[in-house]
T-cell receptor, first 114, second 113 residues
Framework: EAQVTQNPRYLITVTGKKLTVTCSQN?????MSWYRQDPGLGLRQIYY???????DKGDVPEGYKVSRKEKRNFPLILESPSPNQTSLYFC?????????????FGPGTRLTVT | QQQVKQSPQSLIVQKGGISIINCAYE??????FPWYQQFPGKGPALLIA?????SEKKEGRFTISFNKSAKQFSLHIMDSQPGDSATYFC????????????FGTGTRLQVTL
């Protein structure tokens, strides 16, 4: 089954404790992205990747790191989480089509930083 | 600054009615405008999308209307059904980029019986 998987789905942590949220896709898509979703703010892009070893900042990259060492994986790293990073996080993979572009989202990771 | 402004924030429509959600943008470098549907506990899913060289696109009960001169686009859901109750997001992609999407703030649609 074609899908984007994220782990963990739920995470409660404390301020300053480094964490990684994994993301994997089995569709051989070149492009991958991370978003955070907050009430009233919609989805905001954190980082995106155009291919292996090629990443760029989205709209809200502060406090986050990413890496793309393999095509299928795109982990999100919070080196020193803070309470304002409490949010719902989505990973997505995408590809170009003749008409435009299709993006598939993972199921989300709900992160709470205390 | 929100580059894609979406309204209304919430919408209640009776079954069989028409749901209309509007989005406006400023950045003329946007070249692709998708709409996403999100059910509680799930990730967003692509619903329908349009390019700026087309004024309207219809897929089943869902239609996008696009007004390039006004920099506005809207989603119309005809014959709205309770199963359409979800949050809808408009989005826009910057030309020349493959995955840089900017989303609107979302509209929570409730379709009542």
């Amino acid at each position: 089954e074609a899908q984007v998987t994220q782990n963990p789905r739920y995470l409660i942590t404390v301020t300053g404790k480094k964490l990684t949220v994994t993301c994997s896709q089995n569709m051989n898509h070149e492009y991958m992205s991370w978003y955070r979703q907050d009430p009233g703010l919609g989805l905001r892009q954190i980082y995106y990747s155009m291919n292996v070893e090629v990443t760029d900042k989205g709209d809200v990259p502060e406090g986050y790191k990413v890496s793309r060492k393999e095509k299928r994986n795109f982990p999100l790293i919070l080196e020193s989480p803070s309470p304002n990073q409490t949010s719902l996080y989505f990973c997505a993979s995408s590809f170009n089509t003749l008409d435009g572009y299709e993006q598939y989202f993972g199921p989300g990771t709900r992160l709470t930083v205390t | 600054q929100q580059q894609v402004k979406q309204s209304p924030q919430s919408l209640i429509v009776q079954k069989g009615g028409i749901s209309i959600i509007n989005c406006a943008y400023e950045n003329t470098a946007f070249d692709y405008f998708p709409w996403y549907q999100q059910f509680p506990g799930k990730g967003p899913a692509l619903l329908i999308a349009i390019r700026p060289d087309v004024s309207e696109k219809k897929e089943g009960r869902f239609t996008i209307s696009f007004n390039k001169s006004a920099k506005q686009f809207s989603l119309h859901i005809m014959d709205s059904q309770p199963g359409d109750s979800a949050t809808y997001f408009c989005a826009a992609k910057v030309s020349g980029t493959a995955s840089k999407l900017t989303f609107g703030t979302g509209t929570r649609l409730q379709v009542t019986l």
